[in-house]
């Protein structure tokens, strides 16, 4: 669906462009978005390859396996049945710290560990366990203590103080985590019933 929005907002820019004899400006602003995409790619690489290495240490390190116990008493009651103990709690656990990080890049490898992981210990099925969809609203919209790819793209763009966007992200996150976790409480009981 994306590819067509795109591919409509590229033709309404060049009829535009030719109906108001700016075609010359069109082309100029394509080609210098694809430079600045690029750059932009560059740019955002170094910090995810400097946060993925700092959650690879902390894994090495061993305090994942402490944040893990921290998150244990929290998470045993959102994820029923699955074991605090095992390999897909870890996983979760690491997805969690790599989002409070506000690693959304780094997080991804790690969501699609942790939902390979229940779908072990939780045995493979047409239906999505309960489990699976609260770990992808909560990964989805996780609480994000330090917002470190918007700050950094804030930095890149100008900002003098590319923290000060940190209440605003807390109280957003916190929503949204509010939100999707009680609906999927909701439609969960529902679907049981």
């Not at 709690?89 to 989002?99: K, V």
């Not at 790690?110 to 999505?128: D, Y």
Request: glycine share 8%.
């Amino acid at each position: 669906m994306i590819k067509w929005i795109f591919a409509i907002m590229l033709i309404i820019s060049a009829i535009l462009g030719a109906i108001q004899n700016k075609i010359s400006e069109v082309s100029s602003a394509a080609l210098n978005s694809c430079v600045e995409a690029v750059e932009l790619c560059i740019y955002l690489t170094g910090g995810m390859c400097m946060w993925g290495g700092i959650m690879r240490v902390a894994e090495k390190s061993g305090v994942t396996d402490v944040l893990a116990k921290l998150f244990r008493p929290l998470l045993k009651h959102l994820f029923k049945g699955l074991d605090t103990s095992g390999k897909a709690f870890h996983a979760i656990c690491m997805n969690i710290t790599a989002n409070l990080l506000g690693l959304g890049n780094a997080a991804t490898p790690l969501g699609l560990e942790a939902m390979k992981r229940l779908e072990e210990e939780e045995g493979e099925s047409e239906v999505t366990s309960r489990n699976m969809v609260l770990f992808v609203v909560l990964n989805t919209a996780s609480i994000t203590l330090i917002p470190t790819t918007a700050a950094s793209l804030r930095l890149k763009h100008g900002s003098e103080a590319p923290m000060e966007i940190l209440p605003c992200v807390l109280i957003t996150s916190a929503c949204a985590l509010m939100v999707g976790l009680i609906t999927a409480i909701i439609f969960d009981k529902g679907e049981r019933k």
